[in-house]
């Protein structure tokens, strides 16, 4: 795996709100089926790289490459339909559409409409949660149930990466291993690259296969899911473990 | 009975084809759209054009009139509404003022100001049920209506793009995400909603067979008030609402007389906003969401002159110009310092206490009657009068905007707007007291000293004292403890609330100040006329106070009067025409909007150096709510919040 051609890259990527400076020559890569966990405290850049990735945020300098061509100045729709999803922050589904309608959504990029209910069907036979309340509104369903609505929604552009920004944020310690294993395995089963941005690095690096650490807007260490988590550094600012 | 009934469906019926588009609109944009009362006027008249003058076919002209208004819609958020959408909701609401005011001037020139017959395109009188005539006209309407509606909630609920509108509604940000074209889907909401306004244009045109260009606004704040009634955004609630409104007003109407009409609309208003801000279909927590009223004065810093060149300001005022202009300069002069007086009170409310009112020429024309009642009826001396005027028109507007405190944002500039419109409702009804629709003549000058004050130059200086003590007044509050409280309040209210201040209370407060000094004006205003009616007090006058400060910049009261200067003076001494100057007045306040919202004479805020007030990126601080996520996104993982 580690010879393949990276899927995404970011290289010398710089952000700056105003004038102040979120990003500062950020490069990294994401190969084809890698779960890559991106770590770092309050307001060291996680969020601001993800945005640049789904073209939220437009960077002064620096590019964006998927599948090795530019993808800098692509709107997000387009990044979307070129095989970049998302699983936004705090879910964010749809509080008042059904979740088969939510579903839908997902799939707004997508050219082949035949194959879109076929679709749909697959994600009720992988979360059988979901098929039970598909014609129950979103805002209806539990913070679990709409984490999974959130992957399967994701899903179904049809994407060989997705972006998850916190995915077990608020949610109970039962739900945040489930969470974790669901990812791990949307990974296997559909081969689908994850870029993870997740506060706490210990259960990130338990499903990663790497990771990058920020602060303050710098990479300041990248590696092996293994190697970060045995790393002092990590250990001491991270997990909370004394050096 | 039956036949009121009748009537008021048919009324409904094209107010809730209005509405359904000013929710659609507030539901995808978060914009309460005020020209969408424009977008009807115009939908109407070009009906008019291709059937009368043109010998369209009606079904013809209805497609006619469909591509119309939608790419007046198009337009409409291409050019006024979307470049503001990072900006606070606010500069998109006025954004739409100012696009009423272009698109109801433009229309005038085009299409002539006067009255037109619609022409008979559908027998209306052929048909008969239950005692009540009616023709297959009426029976097109509601039919189309209702295919139309059913087209709609069938698009909606089942279409790709009906349900990308709703993903959009319900949270830009994540629809974003997935992949669908926002700024696309708003356009569609644009155009859709744009052309039901147009269609329902036609059918008032079918139904009343007078039409103007000007019934644009009396129809988009009926349907406004219909659309809130229901639920700002959602579509059955603006279809209910129509229909409760419309039939409220036939029967008001009907045993009340015609002078009713706007009492009721904006009575329904006030007590929907007090009792269910929501709106009878609406979840009410979408009040809480609210985006914070937030007026652009964060970006900016007031302009202070010098001592030498205030007391210049003031001798040019005071001896220059009575020595050297004419009379007719002078009179626009007093006009100037009149309005100038009302600005500058308003800087309190918008300026510092962060609230936007639409509606002041209610307070203005409060205090007018006031001053107008006591001298020419009653037979006081003007100065008691000039003092009581301020008096009660504070008191009114206080009783009246109570309730309104407890509402925030677009709600707020909502209820003042309904507060203007009540005030002059109230007065035209009123006829024992007022002489309603005849207005007030022969509203004696004042004396002082024994000296008549009824020449050019007197009025001018009488005018101008007032300007100048209102201007000391202000500004001593704007420099006291209270007015850092009331800074504190429209900067950040949450904030302000949890270090103990009662917000509420301080923007009443703000808001009873300013409707003082409007009142004191508008007793001015009824001095110089010697004739008021209540046909005078309009929404343009509120929308000029309105805009002759975010001009001069919220928060300045020196900038408020050079805005007075350039909005009334200049078009006055130029010699513009009406409809041009109103034109203008829109392009102006849209221009602004865009590209300096803090106004022309106010010092950039990259000068600021008290850097507790600024944000590290010199933006102004992210507000809490819906619509604004797309641009708070952008500011919310800031590096240098790191060092906290």
């Known amino acids: 795996m580690t010879n393949t051609a990276p899927l995404l890259e970011l290289s010398g990527i710089e952000v700056r709100y105003g004038a102040a400076l979120a990003l500062q020559d950020v490069s990294l890569t994401i190969r084809p089926g890698e779960i890559v966990s991106l770590l770092g405290g309050n307001a060291s850049g996680k969020s601001t790289t993800m945005k640049t990735i789904l073209g939220l945020v437009t960077p002064k300098a620096g590019t964006v490459a998927l599948d090795g061509a530019d993808i800098t100045r692509l709107s997000t729709p387009k990044r979307i339909a070129a095989g970049i999803a998302s699983v936004p922050e705090a879910r964010r589904v749809f509080p008042q559409m059904t979740v088969a309608e939510n579903l839908l959504t997902g799939a707004y990029t997508r050219r082949d409409r035949q194959q879109i209910a076929g679709d749909v069907e697959r994600m009720y036979t992988h979360f059988p949660r979901l098929a039970q309340r598909r014609r129950q509104d979103a805002g209806t369903l539990s913070g679990g149930e709409q984490q999974m609505l959130a992957f399967a929604r994701a899903l179904m552009s049809k994407p060989r990466l997705i972006c998850m920004d916190e995915p077990t944020m608020g949610l109970s310690p039962l739900f945040v291993d489930k969470v974790l294993d669901e990812i791990a395995r949307l990974n296997a089963e559909f081969g689908i690259a994850v870029l993870m941005v997740e506060q706490q690095a210990e259960l990130a690096l338990s499903i990663a296969h790497r990771g990058y650490v920020l602060a303050t807007g710098r990479l300041v260490l990248s590696g092996d899911a293994a190697e970060l988590l045995a790393n002092p550094a990590v250990q001491e600012a991270y997990l909370g473990r004394a050096g | 009975m039956f036949d009121t009934l009748v009537a008021g469906l048919i009324h409904g019926n094209a107010y809730a084809l209005v509405a359904v588009g000013i929710s659609l609109i507030f539901g995808v944009t978060h914009v309460a759209n005020f020209a969408h009362g424009s977008v009807f006027a115009i939908g109407s008249m070009t009906g008019w054009w291709l059937i009368a003058e043109r010998g369209w076919p009606l079904w013809l002209a209805i497609v006619g009139v469909l591509v119309v208004t939608g790419v007046i819609g198009l337009v409409l958020n291409v ?17 739409t003022v100012a696009a009423a005011l272009i698109l109801d001037n433009v229309a005038q020139l085009v299409f002539g100001a006067r009255v037109r017959a619609f022409p008979p395109a559908l027998p209306t009188n052929n048909l008969q049920l239950g005692g009540v005539r009616f023709g297959t006209s009426d029976l097109v309407m509601f039919g189309v209506t209702i295919a139309v509606m059913g087209a709609l909630a069938a698009f909606l609920k089942f279409g790709r793009a009906g349900q990308a509108i709703r993903a959009t509604a319900q949270d830009p940000e994540a629809a974003l995400q997935m992949g669908i074209p926002v700024p696309r889907i708003q356009n569609l909401a644009f155009v859709i909603a744009s052309a039901l306004g147009g269609l329902a244009g036609v059918f008032v045109g079918m139904y009343t067979s007078n039409i103007s260009p000007s019934s644009g606004a009396a129809a988009g704040l009926t349907a406004f008030v219909a659309a809130t009634l229901g639920g700002l955004g959602s579509m059955v609630g603006a279809v209910l609402g129509g229909f409760v409104l419309g039939i409220a007003e036939a029967f008001g109407i009907s045993f009340w007389g015609d002078g009713v009409r706007d009492l009721i609309t904006f009575g329904v208003l006030i007590i929907v906003l007090v009792l269910r801000p929501g709106g009878l279909l609406g979840r009410s927590p979408t009040i809480t969401t609210e985006p914070l009223t937030g007026t652009f004065n964060a970006v900016g810093r007031a302009i202070r002159l010098k001592r030498w060149q205030v007391w210049l300001a003031v001798a040019v005022a005071a001896v220059v110009i009575p020595l050297l202009a004419d009379n007719y300069t002078l009179t626009v002069g007093s006009q100037v310092a009149i309005y100038a007086i009302v600005a500058v009170s308003m800087t309190l409310i918008s300026g510092s206490a962060g609230q936007i009112t639409l509606g002041q020429a209610g307070p203005i024309a409060v205090g007018a009657y006031t001053a107008a009642i006591l001298t020419a009826i009653n037979g006081w001396s003007f100065w008691p009068a000039l003092l009581l005027a301020g008096v009660v028109s504070a008191v009114v507007a206080t009783v009246l905007t109570a309730p309104a405190w407890r509402l925030r944002g677009h709600y707020v500039a909502i209820a003042t707007l309904g507060i203007g419109t009540v005030c002059v409702a109230v007065i035209r009804n009123w006829d024992s007291l007022t002489r309603g629709a005849y207005g007030i003549s022969g509203i004696p000058a004042p004396s002082l000293f024994g000296f008549q004050i009824d020449d050019a130059v007197g009025l001018y200086l009488l005018a101008l004292v007032v300007l100048l003590i209102t201007i000391a ?134 000068k600021r150096t008290d850097p507790e007030n600024l944000s590290p990126d010199g933006q102004e601080p992210p507000s809490e709510g819906d619509s604004s996520r797309l641009a708070t996104t952008l500011q919310d993982d800031r590096p240098v919040g790191a060092s906290s």
């Open chain 2, 79 to 95: 050019v006024a509404v979307r470049p503001l959408s990072k900006a606070p909701p606010i500069a998109a609401l006025l954004a």
């Open chain 2, 473 to 606: 007044v202000i500004s001593r509050i704007r420099s006291s403890h209270l007015g850092t409280v009331l800074s504190a309040v429209g900067s950040d209210e949450i904030a302000a609330r949890s270090a103990g201040v009662r917000a509420r209370d301080y923007k009443a407060l703000a808001f009873s100040v300013s409707a003082f000094f409007a009142g004191i004006a508008g007793a001015l205003l009824a001095q110089q006329y010697t004739y008021i009616d209540p046909t005078v007090f309009n929404l343009p006058m509120s929308l000029l106070a309105l805009t002759i400060i975010v001009l001069g910049g919220m928060s300045s009261p020196v900038g408020a009067v050079l805005g007075s200067i350039v909005l009334v003076g200049l078009p006055e001494l130029l010699r513009i025409t009406p409809d041009v100057r109103i034109i203008a007045y829109g392009v102006l306040l849209l221009l602004i909007l865009r590209f300096r919202p803090q106004g022309l004479w106010v010092r950039s805020a990259a």
